[in-house]
Structures are given as structure tokens and as C-alpha cells.
């Protein structure tokens, strides 16, 4: 038998090479200028000729890849779809690991201060739809003229906090009609523990969730990733829990982002859950600080990578602190802020 000469083996593996790169050197020939016409054309993945952007019809899934027709997309979904997986994974990560500009609900919209991350440090009021810091909840109110007025009205509109559990349904229910998110959200978490006269309801709970996440509530996306993990209405399904966290994540809910780096560490990839955690701490949360002491404690994260957190949680605190805060946090349990 004739062997196959080592000039022919190094073609043959030349030109693997060469039809494994067919994709990425497409992505170079995608846009081109003519010298005599003032427009853009690019070139088809698949067959190589040349049209006009407008009319190319692109990889509706990495949104990179063009082609002339359906047919060519088709012919060469096989030779892309390694190419388009990995873009698209690519793609996921940047969406997921990039900061949020802070906690989903921003400032206190009354001492202009960052709200803090813990429930406990914040309240919602159905009558005006405003997330309020637990300082200026618990701080005297004054009218305009700077003359103390009943404490049990709302700081922001003062209306009187609701009488009854009606009252409070009836400011529920015209939130709604409004699109409120946040009130959609609260609704969800009433029906889920059958709370302020709702009665227990694990379905209409999941409706109101995913009403409030597709407004872009955060928390929302978090209760539904909970629910799925643990069976609460619908069944378990882990590959669910985590696409619904990771909405919440992307949305700023320091919970969910926590539960991922939890789910990271088990499935050891720790240079992934180092990154959920650092973007947690940013965040506000104390839970993710503790998990990375314990990683550097067990040799999994650096002395730098503990110090950079403590750091991140630190300028986090100097952020949300405020003498108003501490004194409401003193006098009541339920007004810790962190």
C-alpha cells in the first residue's frame, strides 16, 4: 500500500484549518465599501457573492453571520453552528457580568440617597407608587410652611397610610391599572403567602411575576427563579430557576445574583462565582462578602481578591448611610438598612 506523503497530510490538515476559519473570515468581509458606489455591501457566508446589506438575511441568533437568501442560511447552519453557540454564549456573559448601574430601585426620591439593598431598608407606598428609604419613612413630616403633621401619613404625597385591608387593595388595584411594576411585583408576593387579605394563590403569583419582570422588575424575575427551584407552583426545574435569576441579575437583584455564585461554586466554576459575588458586594450584599472570605480562607480566592471585595462593600456603605437611617434602624428592628 502506498503511504500518503507528509507534504499531502500537511495540505490536508492546512485546509481543515482553513474551512474550521470560514466563519471568522467572514466576519471580515462582512461590510465593504466599493470605490465607485456610495453604498455597503457584504459578502454571504455560504456562497460568497456580494449584496446589499439591506437585502442580507442574518443568523437570527449571534446577529453577526449574513447571507443572500433563507437557503444559504440553511445550507450553512451546520458549518456555523459551533461559531454561532460560542458568539452567543459570548454574548450571554457580557450581558451578564456587566455591573448595574446600582440597586434596581435607585434613589430615595425624597433624601436623594442611594436605597439600600436590604428589604428591610426601604418601603414601597401604594398610594403615589414611590420606593422610600426607612429613614425618611420613620422621620417627622412636615407640611410647606415646616410645621410637624400627623407621622401616619406617606412622606412623599402625604395620604394617609390605609385604614384597612380594602383600603390597601383598592391603591393595589389602581397601581396596577397604572402599570406600576413594583406594585405588580408586591401583589405576586401577597398572593404567594396569602398576606393584606389576599388569599394564598401560587398561580396568580406567577402571573403578576411575570407581569412586573416583562415592566423590568427585577424582584419579580427573582421570585419566579425561587419558584422554580423550589416547586412552588410549578414544577421543579433548575435550568429554569437559573434563566429566571439571571434575568433578575441582569436587572440588578443582589439575591438572585448571589444564588448564582452560589450555584457556580457547586458546579466549580469559581472564577465565575468570584465575578457574581464581586458584582453582589457592589451591590450590597453582605451574603456574597462572606462567601468570598470563605473561598480565600479555603485557598479559592486571593488575598487581593478579599481585599478588592471588602473595599467594594465599604464604598457600597458609604453610599447608603445616613444619620436619619441609624436612628430609624435604632428604634426599630424592622429599619436595618444593612
Given at each position: 500500500?502506498?503511504s500518503?506523503p507528509?507534504?499531502c497530510?500537511?495540505?490536508?490538515s492546512k485546509?481543515s484549518?482553513i474551512?474550521d476559519?470560514?466563519?471568522e473570515?467572514?466576519d471580515?468581509?462582512?461590510?465593504i465599501?466599493?470605490e465607485?458606489?456610495?453604498i455597503?455591501?457584504?459578502?454571504?457566508?455560504?456562497?460568497?457573492?456580494?449584496?446589499?446589506?439591506d437585502n442580507?438575511n442574518?443568523?437570527n441568533k449571534?446577529?453577526?453571520?449574513?447571507?443572500?437568501?433563507?437557503?444559504?442560511k440553511?445550507?450553512?447552519r451546520?458549518?456555523h453552528?459551533k461559531?454561532?453557540d460560542r458568539?452567543?454564549?459570548?454574548?450571554?456573559?457580557?450581558?451578564l457580568?456587566?455591573?448595574?448601574?446600582s440597586?434596581?430601585?435607585?434613589?430615595?426620591p425624597?433624601c436623594f440617597?442611594?436605597?439600600?439593598a436590604l428589604?428591610?431598608?426601604y418601603?414601597?407606598?401604594a398610594c403615589?407608587?414611590?420606593v422610600i428609604?426607612?429613614?425618611?419613612v420613620?422621620?417627622?413630616?412636615?407640611d410647606?410652611?415646616g410645621?410637624?403633621?400627623?407621622s401616619?401619613?406617606?412622606?412623599?404625597?402625604?395620604?394617609?397610610w390605609?385604614?384597612s385591608?380594602e383600603?390597601l387593595q383598592e391603591?393595589?388595584k389602581?397601581?396596577?391599572?397604572a402599570?406600576d411594576?413594583?406594585?405588580?411585583n408586591?401583589?405576586g408576593?401577597y398572593y404567594?403567602?396569602?398576606r393584606?387579605?389576599?388569599?394564598q394563590d401560587?398561580t396568580?403569583?406567577?402571573?403578576?411575576?411575570h407581569?412586573a419582570g416583562?415592566?423590568?422588575n427585577?424582584e419579580?424575575?427573582?421570585?419566579?427563579?425561587?419558584a422554580y427551584y423550589n416547586?412552588k407552583g410549578?414544577?421543579?426545574?433548575e435550568?429554569k430557576?437559573k434563566?429566571y435569576?439571571?434575568?433578575?441579575?441582569?436587572g440588578?437583584d443582589?439575591?438572585?445574583r448571589?444564588?448564582?455564585g452560589?450555584?457556580?461554586?457547586?458546579?466549580?466554576n469559581l472564577?465565575?462565582?468570584?465575578?457574581?459575588?464581586?458584582?453582589?458586594?457592589?451591590?450590597?450584599?453582605?451574603?456574597?462578602?462572606?462567601?468570598?472570605k470563605?473561598?480565600y480562607?479555603?485557598g479559592?480566592?486571593?488575598?487581593?481578591?478579599?481585599t478588592?471585595?471588602?473595599r467594594?462593600?465599604?464604598?457600597?456603605?458609604?453610599?447608603i448611610?445616613s444619620?436619619q437611617?441609624d436612628?430609624a434602624?435604632a428604634?426599630?428592628?424592622?429599619?436595618r438598612?444593612?
Amino acid at each position: 500500500m502506498t503511504s500518503t506523503p507528509d507534504s499531502c497530510k500537511d495540505g490536508a490538515s492546512k485546509l481543515s484549518k482553513i474551512n474550521d476559519g470560514v466563519c471568522e473570515m467572514n466576519d471580515m468581509l462582512q461590510n465593504i465599501s466599493t470605490e465607485d458606489k456610495d453604498i455597503v455591501v457584504s459578502i454571504c457566508a455560504n456562497c460568497g457573492k456580494e449584496n446589499s446589506t439591506d437585502n442580507m438575511n442574518i443568523c437570527n441568533k449571534c446577529n453577526q453571520v449574513k447571507y443572500c437568501n433563507a437557503a444559504c442560511k440553511k445550507k450553512h447552519r451546520s458549518k456555523h453552528k459551533k461559531q454561532c453557540d460560542r458568539r452567543v454564549a459570548e454574548l450571554h456573559d457580557e450581558k451578564l457580568f456587566k455591573q448595574p448601574p446600582s440597586q434596581q430601585h435607585g434613589d430615595c426620591p425624597i433624601c436623594f440617597l442611594r436605597l439600600p439593598a436590604l428589604e428591610s431598608g426601604y418601603r414601597y407606598h401604594a398610594c403615589c407608587g414611590k420606593v422610600i428609604c426607612s429613614g425618611c419613612v420613620y422621620a417627622p413630616v412636615y407640611d410647606n410652611q415646616g410645621n410637624k403633621v400627623d407621622s401616619q401619613k406617606c412622606p412623599y404625597c402625604r395620604t394617609p397610610w390605609p385604614s384597612s385591608e380594602e383600603e390597601l387593595q383598592e391603591r393595589y388595584k389602581n397601581r396596577v391599572k397604572a402599570g406600576d411594576p413594583q406594585a405588580l411585583n408586591n401583589l405576586g408576593v401577597y398572593y404567594k403567602h396569602g398576606r393584606q387579605g389576599f388569599p394564598q394563590d401560587y398561580t396568580k403569583a406567577l402571573a403578576y411575576w411575570h407581569r412586573a419582570g416583562e415592566l423590568g422588575n427585577a424582584e419579580a424575575f427573582a421570585s419566579i427563579g425561587f419558584a422554580y427551584y423550589n416547586g412552588k407552583g410549578v414544577e421543579v426545574d433548575e435550568t429554569k430557576a437559573k434563566h429566571y435569576h439571571e434575568l433578575a441579575a441582569i436587572g440588578g437583584d443582589t439575591l438572585s445574583r448571589y444564588y448564582l455564585g452560589i450555584m457556580e461554586v457547586k458546579a466549580d466554576n469559581l472564577d465565575r462565582a468570584m465575578k457574581h459575588h464581586m458584582i453582589s458586594i457592589r451591590s450590597g450584599c453582605d451574603g456574597s462578602l462572606e462567601m468570598i472570605k470563605d473561598m480565600y480562607s479555603k485557598g479559592y480566592a486571593t488575598k487581593e481578591d478579599y481585599t478588592k471585595a471588602l473595599r467594594a462593600y465599604q464604598e457600597y456603605l458609604v453610599d447608603i448611610k445616613s444619620p436619619q437611617r441609624d436612628k430609624a434602624a435604632a428604634t426599630y428592628e424592622n429599619c436595618r438598612y444593612y
